[in-house]
């Protein structure tokens, strides 16, 4: 499985940017997708997950209410829309899959991509 992200870059606070990670290799509805992110100096945490037909997803507190994460298996991608963007969203935005046992919390992840870059600005 392979997995590219794209839609990254630079906004200022308040404003929207829609990141897309594209998968290859594989189905897509053959796997739970979602979105994790490391700013400098911090872990890697994750932000929201989907399953492999979009019924369940999961968000992140730090992010509910303003980023969506969304799906369209026969474009084979994942989408997050993330709005009302703040300086803290600054990090690089990877993508992640799970292929196994179903987990849009991604307790494990089996895939990433090589991620994309998300600045935001005061």
């Known amino acids: 499985v392979q997995l590219v992200e794209s839609g990254g870059g630079s906004v200022q606070a308040g404003g929207s940017l829609r990141l897309f990670c594209t998968v290859s290799?594989?189905?897509?509805?053959?796997?739970?997708m979602g979105w994790f992110r490391q700013a400098p100096g911090r872990e890697r945490e994750i932000v929201s997950g989907i399953s492999r037909d979009g019924g369940s997803i999961y968000s992140a507190e730090i992010v509910k209410g303003r980023f969506t994460i969304s799906r369209d298996n026969a474009k084979n991608t994942v989408y997050l829309q993330m709005n009302s963007l703040k300086p803290e969203d600054t990090a690089v935005y990877y993508c992640a899959a799970n292929t196994g046992m179903s987990d849009i919390r991604f307790a494990r992840v089996d895939y990433w991509g090589q991620g994309t870059r998300v600045t935001v600005s005061s």
């Open positions: 290799g594989r189905a897509a509805s053959d796997v739970d």
